[in-house]
């Protein structure tokens, strides 16, 4: 292995560390600037939880889209859901073991965590997604934001009935600064991401689609098992349940509707052929779990070993 490759493999974790940690301070300092012009500290969780820790994902995309590489925003969506149910989930059901919970509060998502990525696939069967259905894609994303808003404020004005509302604090002018640093750092950090990607996999001859399933969706999918496992600590599982089923909606709704705003999108035929059915086949099992509220350690256990397996095969597979 040559410098040159090496100085890339160290651009590409460096730049991927980059852009997760410049999403952590845009969502913190975008939350300070909500709350300072009087929005609703609940409408500001439901807008910033899921689209906060999928903001690397949407950053990658939008780079991904420019630099004509489409693969990689399907690889990034794709493997980051896989990453999220295997790896995060897993992780969650690790830290919290058997627990109580109630999947009541869940019956949207429930429903359209599966739905999504049985409609993603049927999207990508032509190996093709069109503008026209990136507006579709986008359509049912703004109804879904919109419907979490409106309950979200049924339950800001019942609290604001029994407690006082507070008068905001005025933003002070390092919240601005700090929410325009970090968002340039989101875009740098995508930037030399995407370029490291496309230089790692032309050297050593791997599928670009290979790398954004693997490495860059479980480097974007960080934000999430970071606050998975903090809230699984903390007995919040439903929480840390929530964000999980969250950002899967986010990642096929918006992450593949709003760069494919910018071109249509090719779909790799291998994404079809494995990745995606078995998606779709992860998504439904997570939804049976969280139904029968079955929570164990063992379920964790098998999960992280399953998407261990999952990438490994992809890299063989690859190989041959």
């Given at each position: 292995?040559?410098?040159?490759?090496?100085?890339?493999?160290?651009?590409?974790?460096?730049?991927?560390?980059?852009?997760?940690?410049?999403?952590?301070?845009?969502?913190?300092?975008a939350?300070?600037?909500?709350?300072?012009?009087?929005?609703?500290?609940?409408?500001?969780?439901?807008?910033?939880?899921?689209?906060?820790?999928?903001?690397?994902?949407?950053?990658?995309?939008?780079?991904?889209?420019?630099?004509?590489?489409?693969?990689?925003?399907?690889?990034?969506?794709?493997?980051?859901?896989?990453?999220?149910?295997?790896?995060?989930?897993g992780?969650?059901?690790?830290?919290?073991?058997?627990?109580?919970?109630?999947?009541?509060?869940?019956?949207?998502?429930?429903?359209?965590?599966?739905?999504?990525?049985?409609?993603?696939?049927?999207?990508?069967?032509?190996?093709?997604?069109?503008?026209?259905?990136?507006?579709?894609?986008?359509?049912?994303?703004?109804?879904?934001?919109?419907?979490?808003?409106?309950?979200?404020?049924?339950?800001?004005?019942?609290?604001?009935?029994v407690?006082?509302?507070?008068?905001?604090?005025p933003?002070?002018?390092f919240?601005?600064?700090?929410?325009?640093?970090?968002?340039?750092?989101?875009?740098?950090?995508?930037?030399?991401?995407?370029?490291?990607?496309?230089?790692?996999?032309?050297?050593?001859?791997?599928?670009?689609?290979?790398?954004?399933?693997?490495?860059?969706?479980?480097?974007?999918?960080?934000?999430?098992?970071?606050?998975?496992?903090?809230?699984?600590?903390?007995?919040k599982?439903?929480?840390?349940?929530?964000?999980?089923?969250?950002?899967?909606?986010?990642?096929?709704?918006?992450?593949?509707?709003?760069?494919?705003?910018?071109?249509?999108?090719?779909?790799p035929?291998?994404?079809?052929?494995?990745?995606?059915?078995?998606?779709?086949?992860?998504?439904?099992?997570?939804?049976?779990?969280?139904?029968?509220?079955?929570?164990?350690?063992?379920i964790?256990?098998?999960?992280?070993?399953?998407?261990?397996?999952?990438?490994?095969?992809?890299?063989?597979?690859?190989?041959?």
């Open positions: 292995m040559d410098l040159a490759i090496g100085w890339w493999i160290l651009i590409f974790m460096v730049a991927l560390a980059l852009l997760v940690k410049a999403s952590d301070y845009f969502v913190e300092y939350e300070k600037v909500g709350l300072s012009i009087g929005m609703s500290p609940t409408v500001i969780g439901v807008l910033l939880l899921a689209f906060g820790t999928s903001l690397p994902e949407l950053g990658t995309s939008i780079i991904a889209m420019l630099k004509q590489s489409p693969e990689i925003v399907l690889g990034n969506v794709v493997g980051s859901n896989i990453a999220n149910i295997l790896m995060v989930g992780a969650l059901f690790l830290v919290a073991g058997t627990t109580k919970f109630n999947p009541s509060q869940f019956k949207v998502e429930l429903w359209l965590v599966p739905s999504t990525a049985i409609l993603l696939f049927l999207l990508s069967l032509n190996l093709y997604i069109s503008t026209w259905e990136s507006i579709v894609l986008l359509i049912a994303y703004i109804s879904y934001v919109g419907y979490s808003v409106r309950q979200s404020m049924k339950i800001n004005r019942l609290i604001s009935e407690e006082p509302e507070e008068k905001p604090e933003a002070k002018w919240y601005w600064l700090f929410l325009l640093l970090s968002g340039a750092g989101i875009y740098f950090g995508a930037e030399y991401t995407i370029e490291s990607i496309l230089q790692i996999a032309d050297y050593f001859t791997i599928g670009k689609e290979i790398i954004a399933l693997t490495a860059v969706a479980l480097g974007t999918s960080l934000p999430e098992l970071f606050v998975s496992i903090a809230a699984g600590r903390k007995g599982f439903e929480m840390a349940l929530g964000n999980i089923l969250g950002s899967n909606i986010f990642n096929i709704l918006a992450i593949i509707s709003i760069p494919s705003l910018l071109g249509p999108m090719d779909v035929a291998s994404m079809v052929n494995f990745s995606m059915p078995f998606m779709i086949g992860l998504c439904l099992l997570l939804v049976g779990i969280v139904v029968s509220r079955k929570s164990s350690r063992l964790g256990a098998l999960f992280v070993i399953t998407y261990i397996a999952y990438t490994a095969g992809l890299y063989i597979a690859d190989a041959k």
